[in-house]
């Protein structure tokens, strides 16, 4: 698959934040109670764990719809209780009451880390499809001879000339984009808000903060469960935002 640059070293570099972020908490709470360097291992992993799948499952809910106190709450209830619980179901009794005076203190520290994911993810730091707020008209349109008709990607054999028309659809990753077509999909560093904005409004419409669709690729729309979804001429189904709803509705007219 051809691609203009690869995510793979920033995920690397957030990883490896996290995994030092969370041995050092371990070690330094571990300390306390003179845990074993493999105990202090353990919990540490464990801490990564928990922030990387918490952090994972609330930014896929969001996709879903989960409002956000709720994805907060879950987020905060799940770094803080699971490493205990797993501590307290390896330590015997006795060990657990020594390990019980140092609770409050990472429960404190645990409060500070959830502030910081909170913060960093209302920021746009911690959301990778953090993007601005979906327009809830289409915007106003430039003259038609200023919009694109094909989009150049690098990739690493070389130039690829992808003509608007054939864009299925472009999703956000991060920093860069999927410019998705079906003769394949290629990886770009942009925004989506550029994008929004120097596409032709009456083509590709922003369905969703990581969504932007080519209307005449549009097969179907279709309601499932509590959502909308777009089926695509290629059969790929996307969700649909209500924003993002309200905003195709306008562009199509009905």
Same mark, same amino acid.
């Given at each position: 698959m051809p691609v203009e640059k690869s995510g793979k070293y920033k995920i690397t570099v957030t990883?490896?934040?996290?995994?030092?972020?969370?041995?050092?908490?371990?070690?330094?709470?571990?300390?306390i109670v003179y845990f074993t360097w493999y105990e202090i291992l353990a919990d540490g992993l464990i801490i990564a764990a928990c922030i990387t799948g918490l952090g994972l499952f609330t930014c896929k809910m969001d996709a879903y719809g989960m409002p956000s106190y709720v994805q907060n709450m879950i987020f905060c209830a799940g770094i803080t209780g699971i490493p205990l619980l797993a501590i307290y179901l390896y330590l015997d009794p006795e060990a657990f009451h020594v390990f019980v005076r140092i609770i409050p203190l990472r429960i404190f520290i645990f409060a500070l880390i959830c502030l910081i994911f909170l913060f960093a993810k209302k920021a746009g730091i911690a959301d990778k499809t953090n993007e601005p707020q979906l327009e809830k008209s289409v915007p106003k349109s430039l003259?038609?001879?200023?919009?694109?008709? +094909? @989009?150049?990607?690098?990739?690493?054999?070389?130039? %690829?000339v992808i003509p608007v028309g054939d864009l299925l659809y472009i999703q956000a990753d991060g920093d860069y984009v999927w410019l998705v077509s079906e003769e394949g999909k290629w990886?770009?560093?942009?925004?989506?808000?550029?994008l929004q904005e120097t596409l032709s409004p009456s083509q590709f419409v922003r369905i969703h903060r990581s969504f932007i669709v080519n209307v005449s690729k549009i097969s179907r729309i279709e309601r499932y469960g509590q959502q909308q979804l777009i089926?695509?001429?290629?059969?790929?189904?996307? +969700? @649909?935002?209500?924003?993002?709803?309200?905003?195709? %509705?306008?562009?199509?007219?009905?």
């Open positions: 990883a490896g934040v996290v995994l030092l972020t969370a041995l050092l908490f371990a070690y330094l709470t571990g300390s003259p038609s001879t200023e919009y694109p008709d +094909k @989009i150049v990607v690098r990739s690493r054999t070389g130039i %690829k990886l770009k560093e942009e925004t989506m808000k550029h089926i695509l001429t290629n059969g790929k189904s996307v +969700k @649909i935002s209500a924003s993002g709803y309200r905003t195709l %509705k306008e562009a199509l007219g009905f």
